[in-house]
């Protein structure tokens, strides 16, 4: 088993400085830890490339030495937020993952509601060992990516428990338009709405006011929950099915939202978020990559 000898840290703190540096720690983390000053980004830390192991077998223990850095720091996340063995979602950060060219949005190895160091440990295992399987390489292959000398980071981030997921695009990603923001959402965890098993509520909001142009309530059947040791889908209760999973107020305050970071990081972007009570949580944030040019705007005057 490698050794983990670099000069590099193997672990940053989201929001520290040196974690936004996309060669150490993948656009994922960078962004998020660059927002974390600004906006409700769950707590965390990233294991760096620096400490990945390509060649790490996947079920064997990690390297002692990693080991002990991620439960110091897991054991620091869990104190800061009063929590013992608090809940966590562990997600892959590839260096070349959410920039201008590739986003890998749903290519990596996400998992939820993680608790205990053990768990924690056997989660970046298995993200590291999904950097090599045969959908993400098909991917690297398609957007020409290095397939070969692929190097990863790995998001460790307190888990919000959310009432409400949602998807919000800063611009159409069906038509292109520019001027709109679509907002999609459902009930419980995201990975119902961003994995596509659920048909989620969808709002297109006129940019320029924030005024819904468009409402659809989608057929809410299935909703991820939080379980010991993970998340399961779950039939929604018949009451909330076809009732809408976000009021006006909230699609407004995600549309500003979106328009907001469109405008910090210059470009459209695609961002996951969740509601917990009444508090807006931005779980990621990433440049969409799928939008044709500036001449697909279309001016709304209506």
Not at 219 to 235: F, L, N, W
Request: hydrophobic share 45%; proline share 5%.
């Amino acid at each position: 088993m490698r050794s983990i000898t670099s000069t590099r840290p193997t672990i940053l703190q989201l929001g520290d400085p040196a974690c936004s540096d996309p060669k150490q720690v993948g656009g994922k983390a960078v962004n998020l830890s660059l927002l974390a000053a600004g906006y409700r980004v769950p707590s965390g830390f990233c294991l760096t490339a620096a400490a990945y192991d390509p060649a790490h077998v996947p079920g064997a223990p990690l390297a002692a030495v990693l080991t002990t850095q991620v439960a110091e720091a897991y054991q620091a996340l869990s104190l800061d937020l009063g929590v013992p063995d608090v809940p966590v979602a562990v997600r892959s950060s590839a260096l070349d993952e959410d920039g201008d060219l590739a986003s890998f949005a749903g290519q990596h190895e996400t998992e939820l509601n993680l608790e205990g160091i053990d768990a924690v440990l056997g989660a970046v295992a298995r993200c590291w060992a999904s950097a090599r399987n045969e959908r993400v390489l098909a991917y690297r292959e398609q957007q020409g990516l290095e397939i070969e000398e692929v190097r990863l980071a790995v998001l460790v981030q307190q888990l919000i428990l959310a009432d409400t997921s949602a998807v919000v695009f800063s611009a159409n990603p069906i038509t292109g338009n520019r001027d709109e923001v679509v907002v999609t959402a459902s009930w419980g965890l995201g990975e119902s709405v961003v994995s596509g098993t659920v048909t989620p509520d969808t709002w297109v909001v006129r940019k320029a006011d924030l005024a819904v142009k468009e409402e659809r309530i989608g057929a809410k059947d299935r909703m991820t929950v939080a379980v010991p040791g993970g998340t399961r889908e779950v039939a929604v209760p018949r009451i909330l099915r076809e009732r809408a999973s976000l009021n006006r107020a909230q699609v407004a305050e995600l549309a500003e939202l979106a328009v907001g970071l469109e405008a910090e990081m210059g470009r459209p972007v695609d961002i996951e978020t969740a509601f917990a009570g009444k508090l807006l949580y931005l779980l990621q944030c990433r440049p969409i990559t799928t939008l044709g040019g500036p001449d697909t705007t279309i001016s709304d005057t209506t």
